[in-house]
C-alpha cells in the first residue's frame, strides 16, 4: 500500500468546536502542561489553607480560590478558545479537503491551503469516535472524518496505516523533501519576480520563545490576560484596604495571604507562558526532524514554506498579520501561529527589507481584494 486518499471532506464547524475542546483538556493532562496548570491551581488556595488552619479561621477563603482557579482554567480560558475558533470559523468559508498517506509522508490539501509532512514530524495518531487525527504540532492536527471513506473498513485501514508510519518514524530523521532551492533575488530595479524564495534559515530557540510570546500576550490570550491582570492590580488595593479598614493597623504577614493569592492570579498569566514555552521546546520529540533548514517563498498570490522535513503554503487571503519584531519576520497563519522568518538570513539589512516588502504588498492587495468582493 503505496498511497491512501481520503474523499473530498467539509469539516463542519462544531466539529472544529469540540475537538478543540478534546484537545483542550486532554492537554491539561499531558506533560509538561498538566503539572505546571496543576501547581498553579493549587498554589494560592494551599496558602490561604495553610494560613486559616493555623490561625483555627474558615478554610472558606481558600475554597473560593480554589473554585475561582478551577472555573478558570476549566470555564473561562476553553470558552475563550472555543469563541475564537467559532469566530474564525464564520469569517472563513470551508472548502472541500483531502488527505493524503504516502510511505514518506502525510499530506492536507485544499483550494487554499496545502501542506506535506515527514512522518517523523508528525508527533502522534489518535482516532476518535468520527475522526482520525494527524497531529502536526502541539494540539494542532489535521482531521479526516471517518465519513470521508467509502466503508468503515477503509477508515480503519487508513488509521492503521497512519499509526503504523508514524510509530516507525519515531526515531528516525527522515528527510523526505530534499530538491535544492536556489533563493531568488530581486532585481536591480527593484521589480519583484514572480516568485521570491529566501536563504535558507533554521528555527531556533529564541525564535520560538518569541512567537509563543507575541502570541500568548498581544494574540491569543489579550482578554483574558488584561481581565486577570486588571484584577489582581484592582484586587491587591481592595484586600489591602479591607485589612487596614478591619484591623486598624498594618495587617499582619498572614493577613496579606489574600493581596499574595491575588498576586499569584494575575502572575500566572505573566510567568507561565515563558515557562510552558520553554518547556514545550525540550517536549518536541524528535528535534533533529523539527527544527531543520527552511526556506520562505512568496509571490503574488500565495506564502510557502519547505524543508527537508515539509512543506506547504496558504493564499495571501488565509494570512491574518505580518510583523517584525526583533528582526524577525512573522507571517501570522493563526491566532497564536506564525511562520517566522529571521533578518539574519539574508546577506544584508537590504535584502531582508526588500523581501519583507513585497511580502506585506502582496498581502495587502490580497487584503484589498478580499474587501472588494465583500463589497
Known sequence: ?????????????????????????????????????????????????????????????????????????????????????????????????????????????????????????????????????????????????????????????????????????????????????TPAAIPPDGTAPDSLTSPPFTLRFHHFLLIYLIGYYVSCRRVTTVLILAGAVLGMPWWLYHHLASAGSWPEFWQLSAVTAAAIAGAIFVVMPPILATAGWFSIRNRKASIVSRHVTISSDSLASDGQTFDGGMAWKRVRHISRPFGLMLFWTGPCTALPLADKAFASKADADAFYQTAREYWRAAAKSTLDGKA
Open 1 to 181: 500500500m503505496s498511497e491512501i486518499t481520503t474523499q473530498p471532506f467539509i469539516l463542519p464547524l462544531h466539529d472544529r468546536l469540540g475537538f478543540y475542546l478534546r484537545t483542550y483538556y486532554e492537554g491539561l493532562l499531558r506533560l509538561p502542561r498538566g503539572p505546571i496548570v496543576a501547581a498553579l491551581i493549587l498554589a494560592a488556595p494551599a496558602l490561604l489553607l495553610y494560613k486559616d488552619l493555623l490561625r483555627g479561621q474558615s478554610v472558606i477563603d481558600a475554597l473560593a480560590w480554589l473554585a475561582f482557579l478551577l472555573s478558570l482554567w476549566l470555564v473561562l480560558l476553553p470558552g475563550l478558545g472555543v469563541f475564537r475558533v467559532w469566530s474564525t470559523g464564520r469569517t472563513v468559508e470551508p472548502q472541500p479537503s483531502t488527505l493524503t498517506l504516502a510511505e514518506d509522508y502525510a499530506a492536507y490539501d485544499s483550494p487554499e491551503i496545502h501542506g506535506k509532512i515527514a512522518w517523523a514530524n508528525v508527533s502522534r495518531v489518535l482516532v476518535y469516535r468520527r475522526h482520525i487525527a494527524i497531529f502536526v504540532q502541539a494540539g494542532v492536527a489535521w482531521l479526516a472524518p471517518k465519513d470521508a471513506f467509502a466503508t468503515p473498513e477503509d477508515a480503519a485501514a487508513f488509521a492503521a496505516f497512519a499509526i503504523q508510519k508514524q510509530k516507525a518514524a519515531r526515531h528516525k530523521h527522515v528527510q523526505a523533501f530534499s530538491a535544492a532551492i
